[in-house]
């Protein structure tokens, strides 16, 4: 029965959940500040001492070697705080990337970049998103470019929205590729170090969230000139990579997200268990009582496609990424909900920094923009419900889009 | 993995989905028209020699003996067509009372009450609501009363919305019982011939839905006497049994509404497919797709927590119940939307008749209110949640509450 | 001040108060029925009497004169009753087609058909909706065609949801007309007996809906050939006119049906005020507030939108117009969750027929489509936003869409 | 006709509308940041020798002299930029002070108080809200106490979000007082200069809005004596006069932040008239083109509950406060999804500083908090609108709660 986790797993989860409650939260920064790098260092240390550091990560790298389909009830620990998926090692972009390298990348790719990355002693981005006009939300309009000169390949382009770019030790670049060598015209991903020659790292964008760290600034490639081995999987199948990427890596913001909402809960449960208004506790005031009655629907129902999507991302990927889509515009409108409510029943301190909800609020809301911004994502799930449906009525479902009344009948 | 389904389930669904499309749905009756009991019974025999008749029943009554986890699938793809239920008897209020009669009810009473029921040469009711002030969101405030007298009970009491009375063979009547022969005071069930002396059907009340036969009417229970053997379960558990029955029979609802759900957005799907406004298909126009959009999320979200539910009900039954509450409302407003959504994009085709989708709607509008109202689910979700946090913080959970500026540091 | 009505105004909308609830509401017909035609005219001719009837309608023909500004309270009163503004004869379609009679009609055209309407001894209906593919939520995609022939026109075509047609005795219908003796391509209207030969009454569409009387049928013209003296207006105008006729209609709607939304409001509250629920009379429970909040917020914002589209409709149409939109779009989405609102706290009466609400949301239900499906409408909307902002910038507004990290700044 | 403005209103409506444009907007502090006072004072000047400062202050105290129903879209072209507000002295908590005072106060206390905070030479706060238990959302739980002692007053108490303090020259301070010479048991305010000896600003909230100057701390007042000319109005009266001062002081919010929002949907129109995606303006795609709509049928319907408001406030100010409520609510959230809808249309942009959206977001946030928060208000609506029923009925208006199929009928 997978919604009772195996024996190991839950005691994976049991402590995680003492090390976010008893070492992590104390070290939580100020609302709108940002986490110490030497604090998130010395806490990982200890994470790996209790066992509990990377746990998607395989075992030969340092991880807990969890499977995909168990990674939601850790990762919810974790995200109860803001800064725990940083300090376990489970944040974005680096465990989408690890996950990636660790799935296309040859043995010394995974030696030089997934080892030192999954040990947490160095970090990493990922450049996909281009400034308008390039590739935003349509991967297709990708325009940075990789030139193959003998051995070597020259990277040009500017990226934008590089999260993590400014204390990255690497980048995994996305440059458009022409037919070459048998290779299909697309897309191809190279990994990058940072400290190339070309390479940099360009304006900053600041944005209202704290935890991705290394910021979201523009990445400029300036004849970047990478040899062969720098390819991550085959030329020309980027974008396939980048699905197998952004499927997982969007599920795992849901689930890291998901432990916030469940903290911001925690907090306006104590806080209308407590507080009194119009003489009764506000809890039992009804139109609050509304309130978090939603806000536990919203955290189920999350909870509950999260589970169903990373059990199909391990039995069928495509079908799971094409799920992941409707996961993420549920559980990041669902997650910004419940941090709303939370604040709403808070009232003045709810706005104010004597509480972290106003911070949470800031973090979760590019959720809804970030890694495909719900719109577009909607825009996809329509589509493909529409092809889905199109195609089982040429393959013999009864077409049912007839009235009956819209035609005469002539007798 | 429970997600996919097992060999044999998925051949019962694939039987049930060719079942319901091909001989099922020629057979619906016109919007706001019954079906009729012979085309019931005689599509029922079809489903019995199909091996598809009344799944969730155990075999030795007749059933496929399917466990309560893979309910979903098959409930779903019956619920497909508004009659489904009915033909492979599955519908409420029977398969609920089948659920318990099987769980609690001694082996006379099985045959012969259970074993008629699961063939469908007889129908049930449930008697527990009661006229106003009585007992209806609230069961405490059960008025009906069974009081011994040696070895019978005479049963008193105005039932009301006892769904399905009008042609019931029996009923399981709720009342209340004081304490007596050391059991508990409280409720007890029985289980209540319809043809027993001092029962009268009352007053029939019209509803909008048309697919429980048999009405909501009145029920009458005027010095009825039965045996002591019509006790179902123990004296004094009635409120404790109800919610046995109630938490499967309330996420049974979500399986089946499902269905039309999914039936709806079919409709919706091959009308956007086909029809043209200002010069392209309708679907690929924005505003169509974000609705199309939703009810893809809405129809999986509900999915995957009728799914984590059943599981939950069959390894934690308590656990299960109140998670049921949680997707009784989402499922029910999600259901709800769909189809509200497939009326609005078939414009007045969507109202007329021409469509069923009207219909649809008023057979799941009443949904959100029967088997409790979402609004009472939704204080007892956010009392159960209240109170969960509360016993936590004081097992040692940190109180989140309290706002760091809300008191002044004097230093 | 024009929230104050004027003296004559509060009289007026006092009297249409009364009429409703003393005269009208005890001969509502029971839910899913029509009004009996005969009870139609005999409560007309009280309200005749007294001064009430057809108040929109100038003095000359029998009505009250009232300024489009003043509609919306003496509306609202009539809808307080489904039957009130057939009875009061200020219901759809007849009330657009009177209005666009008086403001472009001749004074022959008048005498023979405005004056018998505005009596409310004939009835009519509006040919504009087409069959799949031709002119529907698209006026421009207009099919049905007139050609003049000397001094006599000839139509043909078939129209859709032709409200009314069953019991008209005459129709406005709407054809195509080309470059005709200086009149620019385009529509033109045609004031048409339904008895002329050639017009055929087709197949009715049943809808849920029950106030407007006369169905929502097809209407086949074939070969139909009318006088010049009846083209309403100039010829090729006709798109300009349904935009004079639509803007007002949509309006009424608005007005009409808030009208039944107060008194599903006015069920509930006497329901919620009188009802206890956990031992608390419903109507202080706070699920049970925040529902009647939140319809007394959609009623009051309804209300509001509505009195200023009035105005600007009589100051300025084509203002008004565009208005119209996004008050329709608002109020019919308000009512609906209104009504929808008081049948959830009404519980299991509220679905069945011993309350009429299941009625009034059948009712309603189709006002989010009728007139333009709410989503052509925020089509429209979105549409004249854009461009409204576009020729602003072009006229000296600064352009404010440049984010200032989009660009990198070099020094 | 109200809709539309006076000649000399709306000139004074295109002056600041040229003003806010071309010499506010320039001046706007970066996001996160803070007005500068010696701009703020120097842009007032400038307004002043415009004749555009201090619209609704009496022409005597060198204001404008505009009536309270003119004052919408003037506050509007103020808070297109959310600086407006403070630089032509408009902004809470100083206009709802003025506001009050000049009702209420003596030709001493206007000439003290009134005229330097209407020159803009001085700010000033409003001491009501308390820390918890005091009062809050419940005024009746004021706990801050004024005794009389001779012809001195000693107050005493703890005031939170006491909006400006840190940077005001007087407080209006409420504070209970029991029945003395003949006045009643209550609420007095009082008039204090904040260097009275006893006054001390407290601990700083820090909250994420930034338009209100001088935070909103603690502010604790011990045995502060003040004399018998302090009093502002009578004594006794102060829980009316609040309402006085509040249902006007939240409705000119809600015009301040309309304003507000009317920038942001600018911002967002001007981006997707020009951006592209999938090759067409993003304008042009449906699920943009519904959020735009809806954005614009939130602004248009708040201007119109503002307008209904404003003019019941002139005629009817016991009916004008209530309505004041309805339109807090639907306003606060109609502006708080119109700045997200624009976030969310905006992209990664949106959530960064490179456009102020995100920063809009925090200003208005608070904004379904502060003045009472939505869920208290709704419970307020809820009440009034079930008295108000009740009463009806009490009248005879006849009771619509009873189902007839709800009791049998016996023949």
Redesign the interface.
């Not at 360009?202 to 969230?209: A, L, Q, R």
């Not at 911004?373 to 825009?379: A, F, I, L, Q, V």
């Given at each position: 029965?997978?919604?009772?986790l195996p024996h190991d797993v839950e005691q994976l989860r049991l402590r995680t959940h003492a090390f976010i409650?008893n070492r992590v939260?104390p070290h939580e920064p100020a609302p709108g500040d940002r986490l110490d790098e030497s604090v998130r260092i010395s806490l990982g240390e200890e994470a790996k001492k209790l066992g509990i550091f990377a746990p998607q990560v395989p075992v030969d790298f340092g991880g807990q070697g969890l499977a995909l389909?168990y990674w939601s009830p850790i990762f919810q620990e974790a995200g109860y705080s803001p800064i725990g998926p940083a300090v376990l090692n489970l944040m974005a972009p680096d465990e989408g990337n690890m996950h990636m390298i660790n799935l296309i990348g040859t043995d010394e790719q995974k030696a030089e970049f997934l080892a030192p990355l999954a040990a947490g002693t160095t970090r990493s981005c990922f450049g996909m998103?281009e400034?308008?006009?390039g590739a935003?939300?349509?991967p297709e309009a990708l325009t940075a470019s990789a030139v193959k000169d003998g051995n070597t390949w020259v990277l040009n382009g500017e990226k934008?929205?590089s999260s993590g770019a400014e204390i990255a030790g690497f980048a995994i670049y996305m440059a458009r590729t022409v037919d070459i060598e048998g290779h299909p015209d697309g897309a191809t991903m190279f990994l990058v170090p940072m400290d190339t020659p070309g390479v940099r790292v360009?304006?900053?964008?600041?944005?209202?969230?704290r935890t991705i760290a290394g910021g979201?600034p523009?990445l400029h490639f300036d004849n970047v000139r990478v040899p062969n081995s720098a390819v991550l999987g085959e030329v020309g199948l980027g974008f396939k990579y980048a699905q197998v990427r952004l499927g997982p890596a969007r599920l795992t913001h849901c689930m890291r997200w998901l432990g916030l909402a469940r903290?911001a809960?925690?907090?306006?449960?104590?806080?209308?268990?407590?507080?009194?208004?119009?003489g009764s506790a506000i809890?039992e005031?009804?139109?609050?009582?509304?309130?978090?009655?939603?806000s536990?629907?919203d955290i189920?129902?999350s909870?509950?496609?999260i589970?169903?999507t990373a059990?199909?991302l391990?039995?069928d990927p495509k079908a799971g990424s094409a799920?992941s889509s409707?996961a993420k515009?549920?559980c990041s409108e669902a997650v910004y909900k419940v941090i709303d409510r939370a604040?709403?029943?808070?009232?003045?301190?709810?706005?104010?920094?004597?509480?972290p909800l106003?911070q949470y609020?800031?973090e979760v809301?590019?959720f809804?923009?970030?890694d495909g911004?719900?719109?577009?994502?909607?825009?996809a799930?329509?589509?493909?419900?529409?092809s889905k449906?199109?195609r089982a009525?040429e393959n013999g479902?009864?077409?049912?889009?007839n009235?009956?009344?819209?035609?005469?009948?002539f007798a």
């Open positions: 029965m997978t919604f009772e409650r939260i389909r998103t400034p308008h006009p935003g939300s349509d934008r929205f360009g304006h900053p964008i600041h944005t209202i969230d979201h523009h903290r809960q925690d907090i306006v449960l104590d806080r209308t268990n407590t507080r009194e208004i119009f809890g005031l009804g139109i609050a009582q509304n309130m978090l009655a939603e536990a629907i189920e129902t909870d509950s496609i589970t169903k059990h199909l391990e039995s799920l409707i515009v549920h604040i709403q029943l808070c009232g003045g301190d709810g706005v104010s920094d004597g509480l106003a609020l800031s809301r590019p809804r923009i970030y911004s719900n719109e577009t994502h909607k825009w799930i329509s589509r493909r419900a529409s449906r199109r009525v479902e009864e077409f049912r889009g009235a009956t009344t819209s035609q005469e009948i």
